[in-house]
């Protein structure tokens, strides 16, 4: 019936398959083996828990992705 299925934008399991959590700072959802812990909270990417923490700030092109 839903067209549309969520699912974790990291591993693509639906949420038949995994749990989901909606990421706070851009609204996709992910699961908890992909998701991102920083204060207490979970994002989908280390990128949204910065923006999120430090609001929506300009193009700093850090392409670190370390966090895995
Ligand atoms: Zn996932
Ligand atoms: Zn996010």
């Not at 949420?15 to 706070?24: F, I, N, P, T």
């Not at 920083?38 to 370390?66: K, L, T, V």
Request: proline share 0%.
């Amino acid at each position: 019936m839903s067209s549309v299925e969520r699912r974790c934008i990291g591993c693509q399991q639906n949420e038949e398959a995994v749990r989901l959590e909606h990421c706070v700072a851009c609204g996709r959802d992910f699961c908890a083996d992909c998701a991102y812990r920083a204060a207490g909270r979970r994002y989908c990417s280390a990128q949204c828990a910065r923006n999120f923490f430090y609001g929506d700030d300009d193009d700093d092109d850090e392409n670190d992705a370390a966090a895995d």
